[in-house]
């Protein structure tokens, strides 16, 4: 069993910048491919990130390519997600998962994800 609790979301001007966290717990975290999704209102849920098992590879989606980096640190049993460059269009609660069995590494198949976060908000001004 696997607890995420995201951390890092709130209001910020177009072009800006913020830093999302993930806290697991669980003993095996470290064989966890874990991803990161957003949600707008009335749509589904979609992936924008995803991060090996040993976090030296990862995933994303074109929307988010060039401006987000999602990193791991299994030692802290955190993943993060480095958001820059902001648009209004990013606007969106984001969520992390994790993914237990990893057997698809960093491809995005969100059905596989078993464990996820509560959410945290993230509101980009114009």
């Known amino acids: 069993q696997v607890q995420l609790v995201e951390s890092g979301g709130g209001l910020v001007q177009a072009g800006g910048s913020l830093r999302l966290s993930c806290a697991a717990s669980g003993q095996t975290f470290s064989t966890y491919v874990l991803g990161w999704f957003h949600q707008a209102p009335g749509k589904e849920r979609e992936q924008v990130a995803a991060?090996?098992?040993?976090?030296?590879?990862?995933n994303y989606a074109g929307s988010v390519k060039g401006r987000f980096t999602a990193s791991k640190n299994s030692a802290k049993n955190m993943v993060y997600q480095q958001m820059n460059s902001l648009r209004p269009v990013d606007t969106n609660v984001y969520y992390c998962?994790?993914?237990?069995?990893?057997?698809?590494?960093?491809?995005?198949?969100?059905?596989?994800?078993?464990?996820w976060g509560q959410g945290t908000q993230v509101t980009v001004s114009s």
């Open positions: 998962a994790a993914d237990a069995d990893s057997s698809c590494g960093i491809a995005f198949i969100p059905r596989l994800y078993d464990y």
């Open positions: 991060v090996s098992r040993n976090g030296d590879n990862t």
